[in-house]
């Protein structure tokens, strides 16, 4: 081979050489900005689902207040007197200056 062509296969090789690797480093790039999307949308799903699970539960002691309110007189007079600031008509309340 002339010199000519062994710097030309040369240069040709050095040229394929840093494309490949310009090639690589930009699919690395993108895959990990993908990755790390995955991976913060797998989070998200994570907290979502935990999140989930709370409120499913909270729903769940909420349908138990309703039904005890719904079959217990007694939670009724209840939430009335503590929440409601009710009293009987046989009742009288008294307020007190709480300055100590």
């Given at each position: 081979?002339?010199?000519?062509?062994?710097?030309?296969?040369?240069?040709?090789l050095?040229?394929?050489?840093?494309?490949?690797?310009?090639?690589?480093?930009?699919?690395?790039?993108?895959?990990?900005?993908?990755?790390?999307?995955?991976?913060?949308?797998?989070?998200?799903?994570?907290?979502?689902r935990?999140?989930?699970?709370?409120?499913?539960?909270?729903?769940?002691?909420?349908?138990?207040?309703?039904?005890?309110?719904?079959?217990?007189?007694?939670?009724?007079?209840?939430?009335a007197?503590?929440?409601?600031?009710?009293?009987?008509?046989?009742?009288?309340?008294?307020?007190?200056?709480?300055?100590?």
């Open positions: 081979m002339t010199p000519m062509i062994t710097r030309t296969i040369k240069n040709g050095i040229a394929i050489m840093t494309l490949a690797a310009l090639g690589g480093m930009a699919a690395s790039v993108i895959i990990g900005d993908d990755a790390d999307r995955a991976r913060s949308i797998e989070a998200e799903i994570a907290r979502l935990a999140e989930n699970r709370e409120l499913m539960a909270q729903n769940e002691a909420l349908s138990i207040k309703i039904n005890a309110i719904h079959t217990d007189p007694r939670i009724v007079e209840q939430i007197r503590e929440e409601l600031g009710m009293i009987r008509g046989d009742e009288t309340l008294y307020l007190f200056d709480d300055h100590r």
